[in-house]
């Protein structure tokens, strides 16, 4: 009987050391979720967040002439009127629109300024249109359709839309078109011109003629660079195609037909 007590004894003393560890083991352990991504997919995450580059365009057009690049008279007002192109000492484009396939869309209107004769910017992309007033006298302009983005070599004249303004600080808004090119223009005889672009993937060069586009989808791109017609200057284009790997700045000139 003792020897049968000693080792129940003993085997209930096993049991309780045996059990303790796996307390203390569960008390400590820390759940996996059974929905937990495997590395693997993490790393595919990682390679899709990242799996976008950016693009810096600059429009040329080397040894622009004189011509395009000098006043074409005066306004109204007796200021100089705004030669076609200002280019950079290194024949670089502003105000020159660029078009990049597969570029998000403008979000904000496009806004132009009314003063001294002057229309500013002279380019502007955007789904609508807002237009104010600086000067201190009633102001009526001019809005045309000229055509389309798809087809920017074949512009028409348009039908004139006015546009009146009352006041200084007085803003109007027109809704336009999508895929549109239009033209404000100043009720002169020979008028100054602000082109507006309506499309998804527009941008406008800077005074170093240049862009760049951010958050592209890698691979390529092509790309349209188009300055508009204006003091008494025709439109030129150019284009090009960029590729564009992740996570880096690719670069493309485009020079526009002289």
């Known amino acids: 009987m003792v020897t049968r007590a000693l080792a129940r004894l003993a085997f209930l003393g096993l049991a309780a050391c045996s059990g303790k560890p796996r307390a203390e083991e569960a008390a400590h352990s820390v759940p996996v979720p059974s929905d937990a991504a495997p590395a693997g997919d993490a790393a595919t995450a990682h390679v899709a967040h990242v799996a976008t580059g950016d693009l810096q365009i600059r429009v040329a057009w080397p040894d622009v002439p004189v011509v395009a690049r000098s006043s074409p008279g005066r306004t109204p007002c007796n200021t100089p009127r705004t030669p076609s192109v200002a280019p950079t000492t290194t024949w670089g484009v502003p105000d020159a629109l660029v078009i990049i396939d ?21 380019l502007a992309v955007g789904p609508g249109l807002a237009i104010t007033s600086a000067v201190d006298r009633p102001a009526r302009l001019v809005l ?7 087809a920017l070599g ?24 999508a895929g549109a090119i239009y033209a404000l223009e100043t009720s002169a005889a020979d008028p100054e011109v602000a082109f507006i672009a309506t499309m998804p993937s ?9 862009v760049i586009a951010h958050n592209l989808a890698v691979g390529p791109h092509a790309v349209t660079a188009w ?4 003091a008494g200057q025709p439109a030129r284009i150019g284009r090009g195609t960029a590729t564009v790997a992740a996570g880096d700045l690719a670069e493309l000139t485009v020079t526009l037909a002289p």
């Open 102 to 122: 597969g570029a998000a869309p403008p979000v904000a209107s496009a806004h132009v300024t009314l003063a001294d004769c002057t229309l500013t910017p002279r």
């Open 144 to 150: 045309r359709k000229r055509g389309t983005v798809a």
């Open 154 to 177: 074949q512009l028409t004249a348009g039908e004139p839309v006015p546009v009146l303004l009352p006041i200084a600080g007085h803003t109007v808004t027109a809704a336009l078109d």
């Open 202 to 210: 527009g941008y406008v060069t800077d005074a170093s003629g240049q």
């Open 227 to 230: 300055l508009p017609p204006r």
